[in-house]
């Protein structure tokens, strides 16, 4: 249940939603029965799907943009295409940092990025980031 509670709390915190899965996953670190190779594939797995269902928002936001109620202007996107154009692609490789992440595999998805480079790159960079709280939770050299 701790593994599924962890997955859960991976996969809100990659939505636009707030949440924190690195305080349950700092919390299952001091159990010391946890297998640290599942705890980084689950909170790695629930964090990219998360943001696989950002990128697919992202995909199908576009076709709202001639309403009234869409947040951004066509200003705003030609602006928001020029910055991802000139950061590129391997920008999704910081869709882990607080704040900016999460929007981040919503443009993605806007932008059309294969879903391949997308996948790849997001998986690394989330993958780092649980990575490198778990070898500060417990020090790295109990990962090596």
Not at 76 to 92: H, I, M, P, T
Not at 103 to 129: D, E, M, N, Q, Y
Request: charged share 10%; with cysteine.
């Amino acid at each position: 249940m701790l593994y599924f509670t962890l997955f859960v709390s991976a996969f809100i915190s990659a939505t636009l939603l707030p949440s924190s899965s690195e305080v349950i996953m700092v919390g299952m670190l001091s159990q010391a029965t946890v297998n640290l190779w599942l705890l980084w594939c689950v909170a790695t797995l629930g964090n990219v799907l998360g943001s696989c269902v950002n990128y697919w928002l992202g995909t199908q936001v576009l076709r709202f943009k001639n309403k009234k109620w869409f947040p951004v202007s066509a200003k705003g996107l030609e602006k928001a295409q020029d910055q991802f154009n000139r950061y590129g692609v391997y920008s999704l490789l910081f869709a882990w940092l607080p704040i900016v992440g999460d929007p981040l595999t919503v443009i993605g998805g806007i932008f059309k990025v294969r879903f391949s480079v997308f996948l790849i790159l997001v998986t690394l960079g989330k993958g780092a980031r649980y990575l490198a709280v778990i070898a500060l939770a417990i020090g790295i050299d109990k990962i090596i």
